[in-house]
């Protein structure tokens, strides 16, 4: 019997999109989703468009399920570190039916044995939201959580 493949997440924050590309790359990820709200970034490399046609050049596919992104509240208590607070929101935020649906979504994706990486800024994944959405997805599939770190700028 082979080993179910990990859920991988990873955060750009103080790396390159290269730097990315490359961890994405090491570890055989085949789809990266996008769980930001808002797909733009003052980044180079990490908006919407430029990430999908950067992760495309490696032959990864790029999905963004913005119904998993971090309320504008929830954003702003993670900036100030109010990182409980974050996650309450967000938790009370994934109650939403549009959040369910991608969440289930999301599920399905893992469970079909596609190696999965989800995106979000924050480097650390214990301070983001992705964690909880990690979580969630690893508890209902059965699979562990593997978190990618890119080499910093």
């Known amino acids: 019997m082979t080993k179910a493949l990990p859920l991988f997440t990873i955060g750009y924050e103080q790396v390159s999109s290269n730097a990315v590309l490359d961890?994405?790359?090491?570890?055989?990820?085949?789809?990266?989703?996008?769980?930001?709200?808002?797909?733009?970034?003052?980044?180079?490399?990490f908006s919407k468009n430029a990430l999908a046609a950067g992760v495309q050049s490696r032959d990864i596919s790029y999905l963004h399920l913005?119904?998993?992104?971090?309320?504008?509240?929830?954003?702003?208590?993670?900036?100030?570190?109010?990182?409980?607070?974050?996650?309450?929101?967000?938790?009370?935020?994934?109650?939403?039916?549009?959040?369910?649906?991608?969440?289930?979504?999301l599920t399905q994706i893992v469970k079909s044995g596609r190696p999965v990486c989800l995106l979000c800024f924050e480097r650390h994944p214990e301070h983001c939201h992705r964690m909880i959405i990690a979580e969630l997805i690893c508890e209902r599939v059965g699979v562990e959580v593997e978190h990618l770190a890119a080499d910093p700028v």
């Open 23 to 45: 961890a994405l790359s090491r570890a055989g990820v085949g789809l990266l989703v996008d769980v930001r709200a808002v797909a733009a970034s003052r980044r180079a490399g």
């Open 66 to 105: 913005r119904g998993l992104g971090t309320p504008a509240d929830g954003r702003h208590a993670a900036r100030s570190g109010h990182y409980d607070e974050m996650r309450r929101i967000f938790e009370a935020h994934l109650e939403t039916p549009a959040a369910q649906e991608q969440l289930d979504e």
